[in-house]
């Protein structure tokens, strides 16, 4: 049985004091959610005292980004996964499209990314997802294959039980629209094959595929419905405390 997880990807939103006074509000609303393992990533600088502010709560931290070493160099501008768990973070989004997109990162970066992070006992939340040039031209499935193998390329079996999927459609993004429940449910259902294919089948039937790209209190219980969709990956909507604990306690 796969517990689903609901993450909140705060982006670069909040200041220290709103992060905290969003992540207070969030508290209560989320308490009885035990259907569910639920995550926020808010920036880097706000993490160690939400962390803290939560200490004891349901809710976890994860980063939004760490660096390709486990714990310390001389890579200017980064923050390694051993600093992340070292500020309360226990999971970490690596290879969002956002990054990809505007920070070039690739497949081989991303992996390297994931092997870090992996190592450091931080669990990975890895993104992938196809822009709506690669879907129209249709080449979704081979795009989202090249990710999900390049991201987890050299990783052991035991590494397998720290990696949570989130398939985001690039074109769902930020934008309002979202994939139907069918859409999400044949990609969904297309990575667990995969998985199954370069692992084994036991542990593709362990792993949480998380749906992201404008997931709103009015359309999780729609996706939740789907049998492969194990969660969500929630941006603009995780913003506000209301909206994200509404995702969070959906309909069931
Ligand atoms: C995201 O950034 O991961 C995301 C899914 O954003 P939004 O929910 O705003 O589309």
Request: proline share 3%; glycine share 10%; aromatic share 4%.
């Amino acid at each position: 049985m796969r517990k689903p997880v609901i993450a909140g990807n705060w982006k670069m939103y909040k200041t220290i004091s709103e992060s905290v006074e969003t992540a207070i509000a969030l508290k209560p609303l989320v308490a009885n959610a035990n259907h569910c393992e639920v995550v926020i990533a808010p920036v880097f600088t706000s993490l160690k005292t939400v962390a803290d502010r939560l200490e004891g709560s349901n809710i976890k931290i994860a980063g939004q980004n760490c660096a390709p070493e486990k714990e310390e160099g001389a890579l200017t501008g980064e923050v390694s996964p051993v600093m992340l768990r070292d500020a309360g973070a226990s999971l970490v989004i690596i290879g969002h499209s956002e990054r990809r997109q505007f920070f070039a990162e690739t497949d081989g970066m991303v992996n390297r990314k994931v092997k870090a992070a992996v190592t450091s006992d931080l669990t990975v939340i890895l993104c992938m997802g196809e822009t709506l040039e690669q879907r129209d031209k249709g080449q979704a499935e081979q795009v989202v294959r090249g990710q999900l193998e390049g991201g987890l390329n050299g990783l052991t079996a035991s590494d397998m039980s720290r990696i949570i999927i989130a398939y985001e459609p690039v074109w769902a993004i930020g934008t309002g629209r979202t994939a139907t429940p069918e859409q999400a449910q044949e990609m969904h259902a297309f990575i667990r094959r995969v998985f199954a294919q370069r692992h084994s089948e036991d542990a593709a039937q362990d792993l949480r595929i998380l749906y992201g790209g404008s997931v709103k209190p009015d359309n999780i219980a729609g996706l939740m419905k789907q049998t492969d969709i194990d969660g969500a990956l929630v941006g603009g909507a995780s913003l506000k405390a209301e909206s994200f604990g509404e995702i969070v306690n959906y309909k069931r």
